[in-house]
C-alpha cells in the first residue's frame, strides 16, 4: 500500500512570495490533516479535512494560510504572502475510521529567507 | 488549554532500557500516543493507550499511564543504535482519526555505545 505522498520535499522563497504544497493521502482514507513542524518543536495541527469538508481549522492563520481539498482526495496548503516565522516542515497526514491510525507523510520542509 | 511537556534530551547506553516521560494537562485526553522521527522522515506510530488502561506492552515497548497525575512514559527495553531518534508524545480526545493530534516538543534519544 503507498502512503502519504507530498511533494516539494524542500522549497525557498522569499519573504512575501507565495507558496503551495501538495499531499496525496492513502487510498480510501476520509480524513487528512496537515500540520506544521518549526525546527525543535512537534507538530502543530493546521487543518483538518474529512472528505472535502473543513473538520477543524482553529489553528490555521487564515490572513496567510489556505488549504482545499476540493474532491475530497488530494489536498493543496498554500501560504500567501510567506513570512520568516512559516519556516518549517509542513506534514500532511490521513487516516480511516478503520484503524484510526494517523499516517504521515515525509513532509515538505519550507526555507523563507 | 492542551499543553504536552516533554523533556528534550535523554541519554542511554546500548543494551539499557530508556523511559521517555511526558506530561499532559488535558484530563479529557482519552489517546495517548507515542510517534517515533528519524532524522529526515516522517512520523512513525509506534503505540498507543486508552485513558482506560494503565499499561499496555508491545515487544520492547510498555507504556505506562498514570491518568490522576496526567503522566505517560515510554520504555524502551535493550535500547540499540536504530532507537535513535526524536520521540514524540501526543494527546486526542476522541482518537479513531476523527481528531487532529497535540503534540510534546519530543525527546532526543541518543544512544551511547
Known amino acids: 500500500e503507498a502512503g502519504v505522498a507530498q511533494s516539494p520535499r524542500y522549497k525557498i522563497i522569499e519573504k512575501r512570495q507565495s507558496v503551495a504544497f501538495w499531499c496525496n493521502p492513502i487510498?480510501?482514507?476520509?480524513?487528512l490533516y496537515w500540520y506544521q513542524q518549526i525546527l525543535g518543536q512537534g507538530p502543530k495541527l493546521l487543518i483538518q479535512?474529512?472528505?472535502?469538508?473543513?473538520?477543524?481549522d482553529s489553528q490555521l492563520p487564515k490572513d496567510r494560510f489556505s488549504a482545499e481539498r476540493l474532491k475530497g482526495v488530494d489536498s493543496t496548503l498554500k501560504i500567501q504572502p510567506a513570512k520568516l516565522e512559516d519556516s518549517a516542515v509542513y506534514l500532511c497526514?490521513?487516516?480511516?475510521?478503520?484503524?484510526?491510525?494517523?499516517?504521515f507523510g515525509p513532509g515538505t520542509r519550507l526555507t523563507v529567507t | 488549554g492542551e499543553d504536552v511537556e516533554q523533556s528534550l534530551f535523554l541519554s542511554v547506553r546500548e543494551g539499557d532500557s530508556s523511559v521517555i516521560n511526558c506530561t499532559y494537562t488535558d484530563s479529557s485526553s482519552t489517546y495517548l500516543y507515542w510517534y517515533k522521527q528519524e532524522p529526515g522522515a516522517g512520523l512513525q506510530l509506534l503505540t498507543y493507550?486508552?485513558?482506560?488502561?494503565d499499561m499496555k506492552q508491545d515487544q520492547r515497548l510498555t507504556v505506562l499511564l498514570n491518568k490522576k497525575d496526567k503522566h505517560l512514559s515510554l520504555r524502551i527495553a535493550d535500547t540499540q543504535t536504530g532507537d535513535s531518534a526524536i520521540y514524540f508524545c501526543?494527546?486526542?480526545?476522541?482518537?479513531?482519526?476523527?481528531?487532529?493530534?497535540?503534540f510534546g516538543k519530543g525527546t532526543h534519544l541518543i544512544i551511547q555505545p
Open positions: 479535512f474529512q472528505n472535502n469538508g473543513v473538520v477543524d
Open positions: 497526514a490521513s487516516s480511516s475510521r478503520l484503524d484510526g491510525e494517523q499516517y
Open positions: 487510498s480510501g482514507h476520509a480524513t
Open positions: 501526543a494527546e486526542s480526545y476522541s482518537g479513531g482519526g476523527a481528531d487532529g493530534l497535540t
Open positions: 493507550i486508552f485513558s482506560n488502561m
